[in-house]
């Protein structure tokens, strides 16, 4: 939690630019983002004390551009301002900087593992996840959290963050009908959360297990009132 003293006359989020134009250049900067973020609304559907934001403007100063990460996790605020949602984020309004950030490496490199890094260290922010698919001889996931004022990478391909009470990592996997490496975040015991789409498929499948049941009963499951 911040604690700062901010002027009065500094802008509103919704006086700042949404985010800074640039087009993303990997459909995967949208895609990874947005299960995580599937997954979140289904697991923290009654918490009303976090904010996922995509690819938007996350301001730290007035007169400093916005930074956008691909995506970024924010405790301790509200989930929802009104109907009209959040257009940045201005850590003044919020007075607390997100705990976790995520870069996705595109074709075209944008400095995630050097001047990324060392802005958001600067920042304090405490998790910097970066993904690259195209990753041969390092990690492809990589966790760094911060620990006295600098980023440590953090091993394994599962890491579970207790300040958020989470795991992230990947592996394969379907969603949106492509199947391939995704991120996913894991339970404590290194269980990993469903997607949308895989909890569907469990609920029907538990219908159909349950009617089975019935019948076996004598019971008829399309005759019960």
Same mark, same amino acid.
């Given at each position: 939690?911040?604690?700062?003293?901010?002027?009065?006359?500094?802008?509103?989020?919704?006086?700042l =630019?949404?985010?800074?134009?640039?087009?993303?250049?990997?459909?995967?900067?949208?895609?990874?983002?947005?299960?995580?973020?599937?997954?979140?609304?289904?697991?923290?559907?009654?918490?009303?004390?976090?904010?996922?934001?995509?690819?938007?403007?996350?301001?730290?100063?007035?007169?400093?551009?916005?930074?956008?990460?691909?995506?970024?996790?924010?405790?301790?605020?509200?989930?929802?301002?009104?109907?009209?949602?959040?257009?940045?984020?201005?850590?003044?309004?919020?007075?607390?900087?997100?705990?976790f950030?995520l870069?996705?490496?595109?074709?075209? &490199?944008?400095?995630?593992y050097?001047?990324?890094?060392?802005? &958001?260290?600067?920042?304090?922010?405490?998790y910097y996840?970066?993904?690259?698919?195209?990753?041969?001889?390092? =990690?492809?996931?990589?966790?760094?959290?911060?620990?006295?004022?600098? &980023?440590?990478?953090?091993?394994?391909?599962?890491?579970?963050? =207790?300040?958020?009470?989470?795991?992230?990592?990947?592996?394969?996997?379907?969603?949106?009908?492509?199947?391939?490496?995704?991120?996913?975040?894991?339970?404590?015991?290194?269980k990993? &959360?469903?997607?949308?789409?895989?909890?569907?498929?469990?609920?029907?499948?538990?219908?159909?297990?349950?009617?089975?049941?019935?019948?076996?009963?004598?019971?008829?499951?399309?005759n019960?009132?």
């Open positions: 939690m911040l604690n700062y003293n901010f002027p009065k006359h500094w802008p509103s989020a919704e006086e =630019p949404d985010s800074d134009e640039t087009p993303v250049d990997n459909e995967l900067q949208e895609l990874i983002p947005g299960l995580l973020k599937a997954i979140l609304l289904i697991i923290w559907a009654e918490r009303m004390d976090w904010f996922f934001g995509i690819d938007m403007g996350l301001y730290h100063h007035p007169d400093k551009p916005a930074i956008v990460p691909d995506a970024f996790l924010s405790l301790g605020v509200e989930r929802f301002y009104d109907e009209e949602l959040r257009p940045s984020y201005a850590v003044w309004e919020e007075k607390v900087m997100p705990t950030v870069e996705v490496v595109s074709p075209t &490199y944008r400095n995630e050097t001047a990324k890094l060392e802005e &958001y260290q600067s920042l304090g922010i405490l996840v970066i993904y690259s698919s195209r990753r041969r001889r390092k =990690p492809r996931l990589e966790v760094h959290k911060l620990v006295n004022g600098k &980023y440590e990478l953090q091993p394994g391909n599962l890491v579970w963050m =207790p300040e958020i009470g989470l795991g992230i990592g990947c592996e394969r996997g379907n969603y949106s009908g492509v199947t391939r490496e995704w991120l996913y975040w894991y339970d404590a015991d290194g990993r &959360y469903l997607t949308p789409e895989e909890q569907v498929k469990e609920l029907a499948q538990r219908a159909d297990r349950l009617a089975e049941r019935l019948r076996e009963l004598g019971i008829d499951p399309d019960i009132s």
